[in-house]
């Protein structure tokens, strides 16, 4: 059986304490790959290299970061089929998904931070005849970067590229649950001669191989994608060592749709904003809300069009949905659709399992899922399930789909269908959310800042913003008169 290993110092390494974690492939729910159960040993040797590598790799200059940044890119794009395959079948995503957006999201993201840092200015301002203040961006030291398990390299790749671009060294832990495109980068550093212990990778579990590194006091800095709950967790051992962090948490997003939308775009793309990835994308729109002008319309048409997406075989070109990620999150999102029996809604399509023949009997498959009659208050509606379930609630005017949509103590992504400009203008402007989409939904450009308010984190990444958080502003000022 295939055993993942550690990356550190530039060394893929069996854990010290060699123990092992199984992982599972959702499609079949068999066990078919080790990951380490790296404890506190591992995570501070990968510390200590990180630490001993930070002078050398900050001193590079920018174009020579970013010359390794774009070998890492083309290594990524050399073994795009190899990773996809790895993506579908950890994570249980179809394998055209993977192949079509995450392996080349991962690429582009190495090789946007490669020109990102190329082009990256501070600022100077002259204060008045004879005085200048001007800005350095220093990197920082060993960043911690930990991911979730339903974008595995894209989220992991969005953290560690900006974080090398502008001089940290990484310690980075991806999700226990899908680690093995993180592994076969870590292959791919090896394969380019990546100066040792610049990044290194280490696996295991939240509570111990993650809570042992945003707990290390030899860490500068942290950049965590996952649960709110987690993020909390985080921000109580991070905070009071007066740590830079970034936090991007979780979402319960409102996808707003007037009467006067055009409706087969808006039809097509709420199909793929409620359950592309199994509806397990942070930025899934998850309570559809519609104006009551077109509420019958939209039900009817929405319900028969998500009566016919397949739920199949990852590896299958027709799948529309793939497996759910682990056994643990397919009984949560099975338990939800329960909870909204019990708080009075109706199940008007899919709000069951699906079993699959042969070798996929046992995986983990559930229907896409759409849910009426609920309450803007109850659990359903306030809670992230994060998977392929979504309720519709109609509104009757501006007013209140703007209550329905900042109902929930998140804010993350809103999508807004309208033709009426102003309308959409307005509400993007209230709507409690970091990324507004009007008329579309997931149109990413990665200059943009990228991440949610309230309960939906702290900071933003992208762009200038990830390059900023990843340095650490020092301002100068001279007089020369
Ligand atoms: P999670 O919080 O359980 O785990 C995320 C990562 O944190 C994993 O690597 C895990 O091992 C690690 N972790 C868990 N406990 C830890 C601890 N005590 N200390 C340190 N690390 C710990 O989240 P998940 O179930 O993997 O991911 C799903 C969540 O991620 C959803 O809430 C989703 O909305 C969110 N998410 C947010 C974004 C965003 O950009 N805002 C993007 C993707 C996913």
Redesign the pocket.
């Known amino acids: 059986m295939k055993k993942i290993l550690n990356y550190i110092n530039g060394k893929l390494l069996e854990p010290v304490a060699n123990k092992y974690l199984d992982n599972f492939n959702p499609a079949t729910g068999k066990v078919y790959s080790l990951i380490p159960n790296s404890d506190e040993q591992d995570v501070e040797q990968a510390i200590a290299a990180a630490r001993s590598a930070f002078e050398g790799w900050a001193s590079l200059r920018n174009t020579e970061r970013a010359e390794w940044l774009e070998k890492i890119s083309e290594g990524i794009e050399r073994r795009t089929a190899e990773l996809a395959l790895a993506e579908s079948i950890d994570n249980g995503k179809p394998l055209w998904l993977a192949t079509s957006v995450d392996i080349p999201r991962a690429r582009d993201n190495f090789k946007f931070y490669s020109t990102a840092i190329r082009h990256y200015a501070s600022e100077s301002h002259q204060t008045a005849e004879g005085v200048i203040n001007y800005t350095l961006r220093k990197p920082i030291g060993v960043a911690a970067c930990?991911?979730?398990?339903?974008?595995p390299l894209y989220?992991f790749s969005w953290k560690i590229a900006p974080a090398l671009a502008a001089g940290n060294t990484v310690v980075a832990?991806?999700?226990?649950?899908t680690p093995m495109t993180a592994y076969l980068l870590s292959e791919i550093c090896v394969e380019i001669g990546l100066p040792a212990g610049v990044l290194n990778i280490v696996h295991g579990?939240?509570?111990s191989t993650?809570?042992a590194?945003?707990s290390s006091d030899n860490i500068d800095l942290v950049s965590?994608?996952?649960?709110?709950?987690?993020?909390a967790?985080?921000a109580k051992i991070v905070a009071p060592k007066f740590k830079k962090m970034s936090l991007?948490?979780?979402?319960k997003n409102p996808n707003i749709i007037f009467n006067d939308c055009d409706f087969e775009a808006m039809l097509n793309t709420t199909l793929n904003s409620s359950f592309a990835n199994q509806g397990q994308?942070?930025l899934c729109g998850s309570r559809i809300l519609v104006e009551r002008g077109i509420y019958q319309k939209f039900k009817d048409a929405f319900v028969a069009k998500v009566e016919n997406m397949k739920v199949g075989d990852p590896m299958s070109d027709d799948s529309r949905l793939g497996a759910i990620v682990s056994k643990i999150h397919y009984d949560k999102i099975l338990s939800y659709i329960d909870l909204a029996k019990e708080e009075g809604g109706t199940i008007l399509v899919g709000g069951n399992s699906v079993q699959l023949d042969g070798e996929h009997k046992d995986g983990w498959y559930i229907a896409p899922t759409v849910i009426e009659g609920l309450d803007r208050q109850c659990r359903v509606n306030q809670e992230?399930i994060?998977g392929p379930v979504v309720t519709i609630q109609p509104f009757d005017t501006e007013e209140e789909a703007l209550a329905l949509a900042n109902s929930t103590g998140y804010g993350?992504a809103c999508t807004i269908w309208t033709n009426d400009l102003k309308k959409a203008h307005r509400l993007g402007d209230k709507v409690d959310s970091g990324i507004i989409w009007i008329n579309c939904w997931l149109l990413r450009d990665l200059r943009t800042p990228?991440?949610?308010m309230k309960n939906?984190?702290v900071g933003r990444e992208g762009g200038w913003e990830a390059l900023h958080f990843f340095t650490e502003p020092k301002n100068i000022c001279i007089k020369y008169t």
Request: glycine share 24%; hydrophobic share 35%.
């Open positions: 930990i991911s979730p398990w339903n974008l989220l832990k991806p999700s226990e649950v579990l939240g509570h993650g809570n590194l945003i965590f994608t996952g649960g709110t709950a987690t993020g967790h985080i991007e948490l979780g979402g994308i942070c992230e994060f993350l990228f991440g949610g939906s984190g």
